[in-house]
């Protein structure tokens, strides 16, 4: 196991008691990986699942929260209200008692403190599940996402390194208004979850002009000009192409003033299109490059997207990123 996952584990067994719903208890990855989080005192795994789930979750010595018809009834008018017009009686009843959208209403009631989901569940099920029932964080207008790529050693340092890629799974075309969005939440996102200064690098496939004045060049420049009066503070520089974002002498070539000088590690992308393509050609190519994600930014409280293909190690690292933030 690598440092940053160590360090990343450490971090999230100090905050052991904090509860961790997961609304899959049908997935044996996602049962093997909340083996492991009780194990090493990560967090706290429940499971939200039907009745007929509970004796299989006890017999592993996993927690779980039944759903209950009387709650379900509440949720259904819930939803009922805060989707009005838009489902139909038997519409909400469906979704109440679906596992994933039960978890986040406890969420939402405060009986835990984040949620994992995705092994089964598609990114959109788990983002409209979210954003109905927990919601954005206070003066959040865009919900995004970042994968952290730890990515082998290609930098003067000599060690592996954890690159933030964003929005890798929620905007498809962003407006400069959401790309701004994204460059803050995933640089406050790291700081968190890394613990190191975020260098944010607003990528194009041209550095300072030398690609003309296109639409997409015009859409990188305007998220500076809207991030840095917003946050001063944040070292942060585009219309930037990837090497010259990660690379010193390239950079000193290509972008001189810039204030990133080649050591970006969070990558904004122009486009999902971008993003997505981006992340998984490095998991593909770079056999000793690790993903991590969709890590989900900008809602009230700490829940994370699997991508459907996780494995049980990526799961429990997931859980300590989720954990971590809380």
Known sequence: MNIFLQELRARAAKKHAKKILFPEAKDERVLDAARIVLKEKIAAPVFVCSSVDVPKVKALGLASAPMEEKRADSLQELLLELRSGKLSKEEARALARDPLMYGMYLLRLGESDGLVAGATYTTADVLRAGLWLVGKAEGVQTVSSSFYMIVPPFRDSGTEEVLTFSDCAVVPQPTAEQLADIAISAADARSRIVGDEPKVALLSYSTKGSGGSS???????????????????????????????????????????????GTANVLIFPSLDAANISYKLVSSLCPDAHALGPILQGMKKPISDLSRGASTDDIVDIVSIVSSQI
Request: proline share 9%.
């Open 215 to 261: 639409p997409s060049i015009a859409l990188v420049r305007d998220t500076l000009a809207l991030v840095r009066p917003r946050r001063p503070d944040l070292i942060i520089d585009g219309e930037l192409q990837a090497d010259a974002a990660l690379s010193k002498a390239i950079s000193e070539r290509k972008s001189p003033e810039s204030q990133v000088k």
